[in-house]
């Protein structure tokens, strides 16, 4: 298994650089950078990114991914000028210096400062990160506490009315996108044409440091209750019908009708020998999972939720070519994809000792 893991741990590095190599292309050639907006700003023109430039320096160049501007604006401005801001932003080194420089830094996780807030990136994501993190494991806990119960009841009960309706409902809220259930829950109970109990935005209440422990637990279930159920309703689908064919799976096996012949009960054959064979491949799948819920759906109901996550940092980011901070998330992003993948397999050996991946090709 040390042997396994050593490869696949070396097998990251090539990923990760043919990531950041890609990505850093495809930016070469994206319109509307970060000194293209700047000096539309001072042509007059409407941009969505700030102008807020001075004093950063050259502290902006760590990630290094923009190239110089060919703004046709900037015709009318001092060449001098012009240059400066592209030294300013380190846009005047060749865009394989830049890169070279970009890959140094991140070994280090040193990712520069913002180019429109002027702090570190590495401080941004830490401010943003517990929004995130906060959603993904309430969203993952709570799919799977719903899920794996309901997918055992359903293949216990295969082919009953139970299984047929439940079937239906797990798969009209798959089918619902989350941010569509979000404004209805919006509409209802935030105070729109309806209820008002639950807040409109924030995770917290702008009294929350006044409160006692007991009252910022209630004031943060409070606030998270809609955007957590907005995120797990399509999350259900996944996890019941994985539970319910996995469960399924073995209780047509020939072990499962020899315990039956032995003379043990019903809930002894299901939760003594089929659970754990198949709860396997659902268990190992929950890293995965988590991350999945970390990443995927999160910005739109940060945005309707007004949560300040990752999400909506990432978008914004992109936005106003904001490429520091874009470049951070995607390394910071592929890093954990990679090793929650890792940790999904070493799951599977922790469930499942006799799961041997040393004789098997990375």
């Known amino acids: 298994m040390a042997s396994y893991i050593a490869r696949r741990i070396l097998l990251m590095i090539p990923t990760i650089f043919g990531i950041l190599l890609i990505s850093f292309v495809i930016v070469q050639f994206a319109p509307g950078g970060p000194v293209e907006r700047i000096l539309a700003q001072l042509q007059g023109l409407n941009t969505s990114a700030t102008a807020n430039f001075s004093g950063a320096g050259e502290a902006r160049m760590s990630s290094g991914a923009e190239f110089s501007s060919k703004y046709r604006g900037a015709e009318g401005l001092d060449p001098k000028f012009i240059a400066e801001l592209n030294k300013q932003f380190g846009f005047d080194k060749p865009p394989v210096e830049r890169f070279l420089l970009m890959l140094k830094n991140y070994l280090r996780f040193d990712f520069g400062n913002s180019y429109y807030r002027d702090v570190p990136v590495i401080e941004l994501i830490k401010e943003k990160l517990p929004v995130s993190i906060s959603l993904g494991i309430w969203m993952t806990l709570l799919s799977y506490l719903i899920s794996i119960p309901l997918g055992v009841a359903k293949a216990v009960r295969d082919g009953s009315r139970f299984d047929v309706w439940t079937s239906a409902v797990v798969i009209v809220g798959y089918a619902i996108p989350s941010f569509l259930f979000a404004i209805l829950l919006i509409v209802l109970f935030c105070g729109g044409s309806f209820w008002q109990i639950f807040p409109l935005r924030g995770l917290t209440s702008e009294n929350f440091a006044t409160l006692s422990l007991l009252g910022k637990v209630e004031d943060y279930l409070w606030h998270v209750t809609l955007p957590v159920l907005s995120l797990t309703l399509g999350a259900f689908a996944t996890v019941t019908f994985l539970t319910k064919n996995s469960f399924l799976d073995e209780i047509r096996k020939q072990y499962v009708q020899t315990a039956r012949m032995k003379g043990l009960t019903e809930r002894k054959v299901l939760y003594g020998h089929v659970f754990r064979n198949a709860m396997m491949i659902v268990v190992a799948g929950f890293p995965g999972a988590f991350i999945n819920a970390f990443f995927a759906g999160s910005l739109l109901i940060e945005t309707i939720f007004s949560l300040d996550g990752l999400g909506l940092l990432s978008y914004e980011s992109i936005v106003d070519r904001d490429y520091p901070v874009v470049f951070a998330n995607l390394y910071i992003f ?29």
């Open 334 to 362: 592929a890093l954990l994809g990679l090793f929650v993948n890792l940790l999904s397999d070493l799951t599977y050996t922790w469930i499942d000792p006799r799961i041997d991946f040393e004789t098997r090709e990375v």
